[in-house]
Structures are given as C-alpha cells and as structure tokens.
C-alpha cells in the first residue's frame, strides 16, 4: 500500500516544484517517490472539481464502506456457519415404540406444554387469593 501524505506535506511539495525546483530533486531530498509528485497535482484538479474523477474524500469513503462491507460480510459467514452446526446438533432424537416409550411432540413435531408452550388443556383451576382463604375481602 503507499505511503499516505498529509495534506499540508503535499501542498508544500506541489508549491516547491511550482517555484521551479525539479521533481527529482524535491523527491530526493524529501525522501518521496517522483511518481506521487507527479500524480498529486492530477488529484489536486480532480478534488477541485477541475477533472472528472473521484475526489480524495469520496475515496476515503469508498476505502472505509469497502472495509466495512468486508467485516460485514466475514461476520455474516460466521453466522450462517453457527447456524449450520446449531441445526446439526439439535436434531431430535426421537425413541421408538420397541423400547416402551412414545415419540415426543405432537404429529406436528411441536412440543408438548414447554415452558411458553401452548397447551391443549385451557387455563388451569382458578387459584384462591390469600384474602379469600381468610373470607375477608
């Protein structure tokens, strides 16, 4: 990946070479490639809206959505593995009727009166608050 330059650096370099100092001599003395020199005046025009192209802040937009969208993607990945080995782990064993017991669950495969579960049985007794146990109201 390059090596990022503040803006301020840039535009110092851009003014040092305007003055007419040669490109490879502010490179070598700034320890900077002359390639950045020469493409940073294109993006200059580019930010300025001079040329069409995409400007350094939508870049750095881009950069940031596309290492988000990464991330997303990687934990989306995680997730969907999760869910595989979550449905291979909880398949129901079901007993036969050779060994006494009955298949758990309705015919349906819905459990039977979990907790939060509905039930075919209604509401239960009603229960007797504490005041009316003593018959005072």
């Given at each position: 990946?390059?090596?990022?330059?503040?803006?301020?650096?840039?535009?110092?370099?851009?003014?040092?070479?305007?003055?007419?100092?040669?490109?490879?001599?502010?490179?070598?003395?700034?320890?900077?490639?002359?390639?950045?020199?020469?493409?940073?005046?294109?993006?200059?025009?580019?930010?300025?809206?001079?040329?069409?192209?995409?400007?350094?802040?939508?870049?750095?937009?881009?950069?940031?959505?596309?290492?988000?969208?990464?991330?997303?993607?990687?934990?989306?990945?995680?997730?969907?593995?999760?869910?595989?080995?979550?449905?291979?782990?909880?398949?129901?064993?079901?007993?036969?009727?050779?060994?006494?017991?009955?298949?758990?669950?309705r015919?349906?495969?819905?459990?039977?009166?979990?907790?939060?579960?509905?039930?075919?049985r209604?509401?239960?007794?009603?229960?007797?608050?504490?005041?009316?146990?003593t018959?005072?109201?």
């Open positions: 990946m390059p090596k990022r330059y503040p803006p301020e650096f840039r535009r110092k370099v851009l003014d040092l070479v305007a003055a007419g100092h040669r490109v490879a001599q502010v490179a070598a003395d700034l320890d900077i490639s002359e390639q950045a020199i020469y493409t940073w005046p294109h993006q200059e025009l580019i930010d300025t809206g001079q040329l069409p192209g995409t400007t350094s802040t939508d870049n750095a937009e881009l950069v940031a959505a596309r290492r988000r969208i990464a991330e997303l993607e990687a934990e989306v990945g995680v997730h969907r593995r999760a869910a595989e080995l979550l449905k291979e782990s909880s398949i129901p064993v079901q007993v036969g009727a050779a060994h006494g017991s009955a298949k758990r669950g015919e349906d495969d819905r459990p039977v009166g979990g907790v939060g579960e509905p039930t075919d209604g509401p239960g007794p009603r229960r007797k608050r504490p005041t009316d146990v018959g005072t109201s």
